[in-house]
């Protein structure tokens, strides 16, 4: 339990448990470990801060970034200062809170463009080309807020991220989060696991497994990898290979794109529903709901790889559907919907879902060659 900064500053504690009165002596302990244990500038800190409400809810972004508040450690290692980058760059930053994190958020110039719920950030983030400010702020469950900054120059810019099957930080879940919202839904949690650098099957030797069973019928798992975040980008393709063990047994395939920022969320979601509609579906993000699209989704082949390209982009508060290529079919879509608003985590990443049929038939799924690329 941490101390107020007035006991802080009149009471210190032997390792006996024992109260002494501040002395000298007492004074240079207190400024060299801090209120039991803490950092001293923590336990030391001439203001007390307000600890937020409900913790369970995400926080709106503050815009330009609030300034520290008795700050403790917190480090960008990745770019260096005055570092000439590309883009996307990857940032990397480490937050080490006296206090369960409470919300870590990347700004770029001022703008918040990556959330995370977590101590760091590994993560590629777009930026323009010429010079920026990247912020890092991070807030503890106390209210104690910590900041760190560094100065970049945009050189070249990148096509995107590619191998995305490979990198680390996948996350997922089944039928719904563990604070009981909604997550891939269905009828029941599903077993499944992601198994990484799978050299057979594979295109380039470093596939990735996703499996798919379970006890309980029309049960689903959703991937998905947060690749980073940014706003100066706004025309995605998510460009991938796949291939399934046995194409009779899913119930459908799911493949999202999202971007969010400014409170609000641009999903393009898709999946090819082969047991129900016969179609390929997008998502309506405003109206939270599945469209059917003249496109048709048949069982694919068994023991096949097939390429599915998707073009889209962000048009002010709408998403737009361009084209799907699957196999050696490229279709035009041409949808447009609106974007779901009141969204406070700011994120780009790339999705991929396993659904389960009426028998929870139990099949595989590889990935390979993942790439997003935006601009």
Not at 7 to 25: D, E, Q, R
Not at 94 to 112: E, K, N
Not at 207 to 225: D, K, R, V
Not at 340 to 355: N, S, T, V
Request: with cysteine; glycine share 8%.
């Amino acid at each position: 339990m941490r101390c107020s900064p007035r006991v802080c500053k009149n009471l210190i504690y032997s390792a006996a448990g024992v109260i002494f009165p501040i002395g000298l002596i007492a004074l240079a302990l207190l400024a060299w470990r801090g209120c039991q244990g803490l950092p001293a500038n923590v336990a030391n800190c001439p203001v007390a801060p307000t600890a937020p409400a409900n913790t369970s809810v995400i926080p709106p972004a503050i815009e330009p970034p609030p300034q520290a508040l008795c700050g403790f450690p917190l480090t960008i290692s990745v770019p260096g200062e005055g570092a000439t980058v590309n883009s996307p760059a990857n940032v990397v930053a480490q937050a080490v809170p006296p206090d369960q994190i409470y919300w870590l958020r990347l700004y770029v110039d001022g703008l918040a463009v990556y959330y995370s719920f977590t101590n760091n950030i590994n993560q590629f983030i777009w930026m323009p080309p010429g010079p920026h400010t990247i912020e890092v702020v991070a807030e503890d469950v106390a209210g104690y807020i910590a900041t760190a900054t560094t100065h970049v120059n945009v050189g070249t810019l990148d096509p995107g991220v590619a191998g995305i099957q490979n990198l680390a930080g996948w996350q997922s879940c089944s039928a719904a989060l563990h604070n009981g919202f909604t997550c891939a839904a269905g009828l029941g949690t599903a077993t499944s696991q992601m198994i990484p650098e799978r050299s057979s099957p594979s295109l380039d030797g470093t596939a990735a497994q996703f499996t798919m069973g379970g006890p309980h019928p029309y049960s689903n798992e959703l991937y998905w990898y947060p690749v980073g975040g940014g706003n100066s980008v706004s025309h995605f393709t998510y460009d991938l290979w796949f291939y399934i063990d046995d194409g009779t047994a899913p119930q459908s395939l799911e493949f999202d794109v999202n971007q969010a920022f400014g409170g609000t969320r641009w999903t393009w979601g898709s999946q090819c529903d082969f047991n129900q509609s016969g179609k390929w579906n997008v998502w309506d993000p405003l109206n939270g709901k599945w469209v059917p699209i003249s496109i048709p989704c048949n069982h694919f082949p068994s023991q096949t790889w097939i390429h599915l390209v998707w073009t889209l982009e962000r048009i002010g508060n709408q998403v737009h559907y361009i084209t799907l290529s699957v196999g050696d079919q490229t279709y035009s879509v041409d949808a447009y919907y609106t974007a779901q608003p009141k969204w406070y985590q700011e994120e780009i990443d790339i999705a991929f879902q396993l659904d389960g049929n009426y028998k929870q038939q139990p099949y595989n799924v590889w990935l390979d060659e993942v790439t997003l690329n935006a601009y």
